[in-house]
């Protein structure tokens, strides 16, 4: 599918006025908890006073003091977000108005729009038939528009070899030094073992996994005949959508990947974003917002308080109707 090119200030400007206002409107305190998970240090500990959030309890502490102890920390405001972004071939495919490619474009501009407001850093490293771009992590409008600038206008992967999601994330755990926020935007079409590497990513850096799908990846509808390409390696098939039997199997290898790929996500320990080409865009970040949110609260709650504690609260709380 033929890649039309968007003008990037008209592009962020675009997006400025219908995602990130809604998102600036409704996220308010939640930002920090959006992008949570690194720049905390220990800095103390003190004893509990009222109004102190029950969280920050130290409960080693306090059953060696016979006092309710709470940690302090110091927080790093500034943060370096990266984004790995696998632009293959199958990214370029489309069944309706956008490509999984300009819905990837559209989330890493509107999250790093969101980042680089708050005065932190960005960069980006891209995944074409190899990882072929690195821009390192700045701040500012300017850098922000080089990075869309270079999504937009780059050419479009042809269809040559299959996809190793893997380089792409080695090279990001070879290149990103600092702690950082990490997203890697993908459609996770790749030959084996990108699991692993996601892993390795996630010992160091706080992850979250974008995986970017179109409707007709999962479920074909009735159309006839039709020759099917293979985006990655341009082969072509003809298949007969008529047949009921066929579109059953499809559908069923379709359900077999989804649960790989939920497996392989789940083994790596990281976070993760489902965006379909037909998703609203604000929707979705704010659905994954509140998830953290409530995975952040939960943590805190849970992850301080002693073990006999913890299975009293979790058993209170499923026996909830």
Not at 14 to 37: A, C, K, N, S
Not at 64 to 82: L, Q
Not at 266 to 291: C, K, N, P
Request: proline share 3%; glycine share 8%; net charge neutral.
């Amino acid at each position: 599918m033929s890649i039309s090119k968007r003008n990037p200030e008209a592009l962020l400007q675009r997006l400025e006025w219908t995602v990130i206002r809604r998102l600036d409107g409704l996220l308010h305190g939640d930002y920090r908890t959006l992008f949570r998970g690194f720049g905390l240090d220990l800095a103390d500990l003190r004893e509990y006073q009222f109004n102190d959030d029950v969280r920050r309890i130290d409960w080693n502490v306090t059953a060696r003091m016979d006092t309710p102890h709470v940690r302090e920390y110091h927080e790093d405001r500034e943060v370096s977000a990266w984004f790995l972004i696998d632009l293959s071939g199958s990214v370029g495919f489309g069944s309706g108005a956008q490509t999984k490619r300009t819905v990837a474009v559209d989330f890493v501009t509107v999250i790093a729009r969101l980042l680089s407001g708050h005065g932190n850093a960005v960069g980006a490293m891209c995944y074409g038939d190899r990882v072929d771009t690195m821009i390192p992590a700045r701040t500012g409008r300017r850098h922000l528009l080089h990075i869309v600038s270079h999504l937009e206008n780059r050419p479009e992967t042809g269809t040559s070899a299959e996809t190793d999601l893997s380089a792409l994330l080695h090279a990001g755990a070879e290149t990103i030094r600092r702690r950082s926020l990490v997203f890697v935007v993908s459609d996770f079409i790749s030959k084996p073992g990108w699991d692993a590497a996601l892993a390795r990513l996630a010992r160091r850096h706080e992850v979250v996994a974008l995986r970017i799908h179109d409707p007709l990846e999962s479920q074909l509808p009735d159309l006839g005949l039709l020759v099917v390409q293979d985006a990655e390696t341009g082969e072509q098939v003809m298949v007969d959508t008529h047949d009921r039997g066929f579109r059953d199997r499809f559908a069923a290898a379709a359900t077999r990947r989804e649960n790989a790929l939920r497996e392989g996500f789940a083994r790596a320990g990281v976070d993760t974003l489902e965006l379909s080409t037909e998703d609203d865009l604000a929707d979705t970040i704010l659905r994954f917002a509140d998830l953290r949110k409530q995975r952040s609260r939960l943590a805190g709650g849970a992850a301080s308080m002693p073990g006999h504690l913890s299975a009293a609260a979790a058993g209170a709380g499923g026996s909830r109707p």
